[in-house]
């Protein structure tokens, strides 16, 4: 995909089903998720080697997050630009009553072909209003690796740093990074 310098529209759908999910949609989140890791991109979950990654191994991985989709647990919110999926993020809560009223947001990510151009400032601003507003939550976690600026992107957007654990993530032989834990009031 070539990069674009401008967006003229951003939509935003949510799928919070696996059966809405159409075949398309889903070779486009796997395209994203393959892009994003193998330039750099802090989206690695359980199930996937260090890049670079195909779409063998992403593919069940996003097929794992879609069938547990649910409208009061599980949803992607996927951001389209001119017909193409820019970006895309999962929104998640924990049953347990003790944490339910909190969600998690992970693999947040903006296609290569459309870094910035404000879309994973978008979703991350949509967020919390489906959150609260549609899945009752009031507060919002995640987890971000240090050494991408991606604590102050979330700082930006109103995001707090609760919590830090340093060397957790080690990607590369001697290239360990702390986990910082971020957390957002709704």
């Not at 063998?56 to 009061?72: N, S, T, W």
């Not at 951001?79 to 693999?107: I, K, Q, S, Y």
Request: charged share 20%; glycine share 10%; net charge negative.
């Amino acid at each position: 995909m070539a990069a674009h310098t401008a967006v003229t529209s951003l939509e935003f759908a949510q799928i919070s089903r696996p059966h809405e999910l159409a075949s398309g949609l889903r070779r486009e989140l796997v395209d994203c998720w393959v892009a994003v890791s193998n330039a750099g991109g802090a989206v690695i979950p359980h199930g996937f080697s260090l890049p670079p990654v195909s779409e063998q191994e992403v593919g069940p991985v996003l097929d794992e997050i879609v069938q547990a989709l649910d409208p009061q647990r599980s949803r992607l919110l996927v951001a389209t630009a001119e017909g193409m999926t820019a970006g895309w993020l999962l929104l998640r809560r924990d049953p347990h009553p003790l944490v339910a009223h909190c969600g998690t947001v992970n693999h947040v990510q903006t296609h290569t072909g459309f870094r910035g151009l404000g879309i994973g400032a978008a979703l991350m601003r949509r967020v919390p209003d489906v959150a609260r507003d549609e899945m009752g939550l009031e507060r919002l976690g995640l987890a971000a690796r240090s050494g991408l600026g991606l604590e102050d992107f979330y700082r930006k957007l109103g995001w707090v740093e609760v919590g830090r654990w340093p060397g957790a993530l080690r990607v590369a032989p001697g290239d360990d990074r702390d986990e910082i834990l971020m957390s957002l009031a709704l």
